[in-house]
Nanobody
Framework: QVQLAESGGGLVQAGGSLRLSCAAPGSTGYSVAWFRQAPGKEREFVCAIKASGGTTYYADSVKGRFTISRDRAASTIYMQMNSLKSEDTAVYYC??????????????????WGQGTQVTVSS
C-alpha cells in the first residue's frame, strides 16, 4: 500500500514558481507521476519519473518549465514549476504505479493517488 500526500500548492502570479511535494512512503519500486485537472477539463498528464529515478517524462505543455525529481531517502517526489502561466491553474495530483513506457502518461496505469493540491496562477 502506498499512501500519497501532496503539498506546496497555492496562489502565485504568472511568471512565478512553486515547488510541489508528494510524500510517498512505500513508493520504492513504483513510478510516480503528476497529473492535473482544471475546472471543466479532464485530468491530464504533467510529468513522471520512473521507479529507478533515472528517466523522466513531460507533457509538451510543461517541458522546459517543470522538473520532476525524487528523493529516495525521504520517499518524496518533487515537482519544481517555473514560469507559471494562468493555464497551469489546476488541482495537481501525484500518483504511483508500475506503468510500462507506453502507458506512463495514462492515468489508468496508476494504482495509488493523493488527494490533490490546488495551484492557482493569477495573470
Amino acid at each position: 500500500q502506498v499512501q500519497l500526500a501532496e503539498s506546496g500548492g497555492g496562489l502565485v502570479q504568472a511568471g512565478g514558481s512553486l515547488r510541489l511535494s508528494c510524500a510517498a512512503p512505500g513508493s520504492t519500486g513504483y513510478s510516480v507521476a503528476w497529473f492535473r485537472q482544471a475546472p471543466g477539463k479532464e485530468r491530464e498528464f504533467v510529468c513522471a519519473i520512473k521507479a529507478s529515478g533515472g528517466t523522466t517524462y513531460y507533457a509538451d505543455s510543461v517541458k522546459g518549465r517543470f522538473t520532476i525529481s525524487r528523493d529516495r531517502a525521504a520517499s518524496t517526489i518533487y515537482m519544481q514549476m517555473n514560469s507559471l502561466k494562468s493555464e497551469d491553474t489546476a488541482v495537481y495530483y501525484c500518483a504511483a504505479g508500475r506503468p510500462i513506457t507506453s502507458t506512463i502518461r495514462t492515468s489508468g496505469a496508476y494504482y495509488y493517488w493523493g488527494q490533490g493540491t490546488q495551484v492557482t496562477v493569477s495573470s
